[in-house]
Nanobody
Framework: VQLQASGGGSVQVGGSLRLSCAAS????????MGWYRQAPGKQRELVAS???????NYADSVKDRFFIYRENAKTSVYLQMDSLKPEDTAVYYC????????????WGQGTEVTVSS
């Protein structure tokens, strides 16, 4: 299984970015997919997740600014990030759970997001 994340970059406060993650290698597809982030000196935290059925969950800090969605037979997940703030600066990681065993999770490589004022 591979998760390929892309879309990070540097933006100014108030700007937007869209992160993309393409997952492959599972004939059964994937369960819940999501995005986590890790800022320097901090623990990795959940940003947003979306179930196979489309139910989304967001961290309070990003509600009403970020939007997560899935496409391509539910093997790609995207994170639209608007109204970015300096505190959104972090490395963002794509995550996907196995359909067959929800204790198995896969991670993509990180993509860096920097928001400057």
């Amino acid at each position: 299984v591979q998760l390929q994340a892309s879309g990070g970059g540097s933006v100014q406060v108030g700007g937007s970015l869209r992160l993309s993650c393409a997952a492959s290698g599972s004939v059964f597809g994937f369960g819940t997919m999501g995005w986590y982030r890790q800022a320097p000196g901090k623990q990795r935290e959940l940003v947003a997740s979306i179930s196979r059925g489309g139910a989304a969950n967001y961290a309070d800090s990003v509600k009403d600014r970020f939007f997560i969605y899935r496409e391509n037979a539910k093997t790609s997940v995207y994170l639209q990030m608007d109204s970015l703030k300096p505190e959104d600066t972090a490395v963002y990681y794509c995550n996907a759970f196995s359909v067959l065993n929800d204790r198995i999770t896969y991670w993509g490589q990180g993509t860096e997001v920097t928001v400057s004022s």
